[in-house]
């Protein structure tokens, strides 16, 4: 029995949630058999999951699912009947379609506010850092500051590297609130991208008010034209995009390191049962670097070894884990789904956790365990929960504090642990420079031999495979079957998020996966000593995939904007509004994003839905498509690529090839 606190759930909910368990088959719940043991351990100990909760809300509201819930004024909550029958109009008159994208655009605005916040936070720091006010962070690449310096106009001659870093991070920060002007990193688009943003008066301006302006719009009775309103949606998202969290990753690599290749293992099985077991959670970096970096310090090993643990584990779950695995391989216990079953293992002496995708239902799950959860963040704390306020001018002291609660907690240990063997092996850090080098032959670093490789046809295109872990979904089977399908097709995958977890769990992440792509992409990958699917990072990271693309653009031969790119994005297990914002500046760059249509919140058939999956197309040459089944996926995206290489003219190589040999032969019969 693992339980040994009762649970202070409400009784029905606890004791169906123990009957549900035993019945329903983990399997169906994940893919991932670490989770699939620990899910057997949670059900024989009566303990609730994300899952149980889920069965306990279904059926699942039907007018939310839609997107036909509005409650943004007091004469509401109002509904509109998908069927036609019952009200058609909101008390204020609003439509189903002002409904819709009213509530597309909210989630877009919340989705673009956590990556900014969450960049927002990183300029400060990194600001207080180039001031000597947070003298625990420093300047790890001295030549991306001075590059991204130079681009923004400082000049870098004759001054000191901090003075420069200052200037940076007061422009950084402006960027979040200027009043004038639109976002410094929109300027990395290929022009004739900025130039259509230009034309639709999409181009975003301050995030904090593109944010500001999405929640006014949404307000009642003021924008009601449902175009209009996406249009806004558009903006919004680029200044996450182009904006927010382009400034999270570019700051995070000049203070902690451009991320470049390295290796990692995944999964649970990186717990250790004989160490002081350490688990970092949620998105910011600020802290983990410093509680990583604690943790291999000798005064505080020996504190452990004190305590009777052999060593110091330090591993992460969510996008804090992604940003430490792509930057130190420090391993990864899990993505989003695993959060629980981590801490089901009794293995966990501490968890802390920062900002974002941290379940409120931990709180209650660590009470059955000794492990201690830690809330670090002022934005983000949790009733009864005890807080180790994050401070950036004593840092790694607040880090090797929380080192140190866990060598505490580490003496409470109840008995045996449970910790499932599996983990996989990753080779994970391909930022945009990482990717320039490795694939930019000996000489010179450039996307070059990319471009080759994709107008030769070895490559067929590039896709963003990213995102979350659904309980509606089975954990990590929709990613990793289309990554599986689009790789097996010769399209080079980037992943990023809990999408780029659940591949590492599976091995995708290994030069040795080569020997699952297609013949092309085997090739160029074994030639290169690359994995078929790369590791980009967190979920901020996306934003590494934009200057990926951008770069592939200006390298030239693959069209002039990033929509001519034989490239898309897909997202089969979305959960949360930072998803949607995701996908929607990908479809404003003009790329073709691919969500689940059973999560997607837009009443099929409705004028959004044209919009979004049909007529934005002929505005910014991105799109939306829905699709639950990742077979047909990849096929949509494979489409999709195929319809690019047509309208560059690069498809032309392989029909000639196809002519070749058999259409000879019949020639001679
Ligand atoms: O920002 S992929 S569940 S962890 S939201 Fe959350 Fe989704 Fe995971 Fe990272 Ni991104
Ligand atoms: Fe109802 Fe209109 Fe108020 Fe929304 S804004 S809750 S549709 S009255």
Wanted: proline share 5%; aromatic share 4%.
């Amino acid at each position: 029995m693992l339980c040994m606190i009762p649970l202070t759930l409400p009784s029905p909910a606890r004791g169906e949630g123990k009957i549900r368990s035993r019945r329903m088959d983990p399997k169906k719940r994940s893919m991932d058999p670490a989770v699939q043991e620990m899910l057997r351990q949670i059900a024989e100990a009566g303990i609730e999951t994300a899952w149980d909760r889920l069965e306990a809300q279904e059926p699942s509201c039907g007018f939310g699912q839609l997107g036909l819930c509005c409650r943004v004024c007091n004469m509401g909550p109002c509904r509109i009947d998908p069927f036609g029958e019952g009200p058609q109009r909101g008390v204020c008159g609003a439509d189903a379609d002002t409904i819709i994208a009213r509530n597309f655009l909210r989630a877009v605005a919340a989705g673009a506010s956590a990556h900014s916040d969450h960049g927002r936070g990183v300029a400060h720091t990194f600001l207080a850092m180039a001031r000597g006010e947070a003298p625990d962070y420093g300047i790890k690449d001295r030549k991306k500051l001075l590059a991204l310096a130079k681009e923004w106009g400082i000049k870098t001659e004759g001054r000191e590297d901090k003075a420069v870093a200052e200037e940076l991070g007061e422009l950084a920060v402006a960027e979040f609130g200027k009043p004038h002007g639109t976002q410094r990193m929109a300027n990395r688009a290929p022009p004739p991208r900025k130039a259509i943003w230009e034309r639709l008066g999409i181009l975003p301006r301050a995030i904090d008010q593109e944010v500001v302006e999405a929640l006014h719009r949404t307000t009642m009775g003021v924008d009601q034209d449902y175009r209009n309103i996406l249009r806004h949606a558009s903006r919004c998202s680029l200044a996450d995009g182009w904006g927010g969290s382009m400034i999270a990753t570019e700051l995070q690599d000049i203070m902690f390191g451009t991320p470049q290749p390295t290796r990692g293992e995944i999964n649970l099985g990186v717990l250790k049962a004989d160490e002081v077991n350490l688990v970092v959670h949620g998105h910011e970096p600020l802290l983990s670097e410093m509680v990583a970096l604690a943790s291999s310090m000798p005064e505080l090993l020996s504190e452990a070894k004190k305590a009777g643990a052999k060593g110091i584990t330090v591993a992460g779950i969510c996008c804090t884990a992604n940003e430490l695995l792509v930057r130190h391989g420090i391993p990864v216990a899990g993505n989003f789904l695993s959060q629980e079953a981590a801490i089901a293992t009794g293995a966990v002496d501490l968890m802390c956790v920062d900002v974002q995708c941290i379940m409120q239902g931990l709180a209650e799950l660590v009470k059955c365990f000794h492990t201690k959860l830690v809330t670090t963040s002022e934005k983000a704390r949790i009733e009864g929960v005890e807080h180790v306020a994050m401070e950036e001018a004593r840092a790694l002291e607040v880090g090797k504090a929380i080192v140190r609660k866990a060598i505490e907690s580490f003496k409470n240990r109840r008995g045996p642990v449970h910790i499932p063997k599996d983990k996989g092996e990753a080779v994970v850090g391909f930022s945009h420079e990482a990717i320039n080098y490795m694939l930019g032959g000996r000489f010179r670093a450039s996307y070059r031999p990319l471009n080759d490789n994709i107008i030769n046809g070895r490559i067929r295109g590039v896709a963003g495979v990213v995102g979350c872990t659904n309980p509606k979904m089975t954990q990590d089977l929709s990613h990793t079957t289309l990554v599986r399908e689009l790789i097996k097709r010769d399209v080079l995958v980037v992943t990023t998020g809990c999408a780029q977890i659940a591949c590492g769990k599976q091995g995708l992440l290994t030069p040795e996966a080569a020997e699952l792509a297609g013949p092309g992409l085997r090739e160029v990958c074994e030639t290169v000593g690359i994995p078929p699917v790369l590791a980009v990072g967190s979920c901020v990271d996306n934003s590494r995939v934009l200057v990926a693309c951008a770069e592939m653009v200006r390298e030239g031969g693959l069209g002039e904007d990033l929509s001519d790119l034989p490239v898309a994005g897909a997202c089969l297990e979305h959960i949360t509004e930072k998803a949607i914002s995701i996908g929607q500046y990908f479809v404003a760059s003009g790329v073709l994003v691919v969500f689940a249509k059973k999560l997607f919140p837009v009443m099929p058939g409705s004028k959004v839905a044209k919009y979004l999956l049909e007529e934005i197309a002929e505005e910014v040459g991105g799109k939306w498509a829905v699709e639950d089944d990742p077979v047909k996926a990849a096929d949509l995206i494979c489409a999709h690529i195929e319809a690019k290489r047509d309208a560059l003219g690069i498809n032309r190589e392989r029909e000639r090839k196809l002519y070749g040999m058999e259409d000879r032969q019949k020639l001679q019969v």
